[in-house]
């Protein structure tokens, strides 16, 4: 008796993964360590969720890319990356608006709880020094499984962990690498688990269409400036 002809997997999100050319990332990654170690206290802070994790420009105020405009090539780069993923599963944007940026070192044992980025369309990490064996790849957990302390009212029954399927993960991590960019919808819940090994150091960034808009009535557009 097989009378199941398939299980259906329907609407899944998209995840965009860009590759820096090596000697750009070389250069960025060399301008964005000497950052790292001189950048002012009034820049720094470190996660208030883990130990061992140090932000710099990780304030309302502070957007690591007006702070430092040596990092302009890269700005660009990383707003041609998310015009071309919007472009690529379909929708429609000619401009992208990075409205926050900032950097992250995790040393030993720091860790991303799961969360998500509010106030946002398009979220991205860029690798910077990254050692894809060692230091902890993000996770992405699956909103439809998470329980009801989260997203209630929600029915939750076992999941059978001898028969993975793609709809029964509970959660995928994306193995990426150094002078990788990861793009992905902010509203996706995501995290790590505890870095291995010191100094993941990577960047961090969100991002708006220039222009919102249904397509016919309703729009607004985002002015580039987050001193407002
Ligand atoms: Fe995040």
């Known amino acids: ?41 009034e820049l720094r802070c470190t996660n208030y969720r883990s130990d061992n994790l140090e932000h710099i420009c990780n304030s309302r105020y502070q957007n690591i890319f007006k702070q430092f405009p040596s990092l302009k090539k890269l700005e660009e780069s990383l707003r041609d990356y998310c015009v071309e993923y ?47 064996q060692k230091h902890s790849q993000i996770i992405f957990y699956n909103q439809r499984l998470l329980n009801a302390a989260i997203h209630s009212p929600v029915i939750e029954i076992p999941v059978n962990t001898n028969q993975p399927t793609p709809f029964n993960s509970k959660e995928i991590s994306i193995n990426c690498k150094e002078g990788q960019v990861l793009i992905w919808k902010s509203h996706l819940n995501h995290g790590y688990k505890k870095n291995m090994v010191d100094n993941r150091l990577t960047m961090s960034f969100n991002v708006m269409p220039k222009v919102c808009t249904d397509g016919s009535t309703y729009s607004f557009s985002i002015n580039d400036d987050n001193s407002l």
């Open 86 to 132: 919007i472009n690529k599963s379909g929708f429609i944007c000619d401009q992208v608006v990075i409205t926050d940026a900032w950097l992250n070192r995790a040393g030993l044992n720091a860790q991303q709880h799961s969360h998500l980025h509010y106030n946002s369309y398009l979220s991205g990490t860029y690798y910077i020094n990254f050692d894809s």
């Open 1 to 41: 008796m097989a009378n199941l002809l398939k299980l259906l997997p329907i609407m899944p999100e998209v995840i965009g993964l860009f590759s820096i050319p090596t000697e750009d990332h070389l250069n960025y990654k060399s301008e964005i360590e000497s950052i790292m170690d001189s950048a002012p206290k």
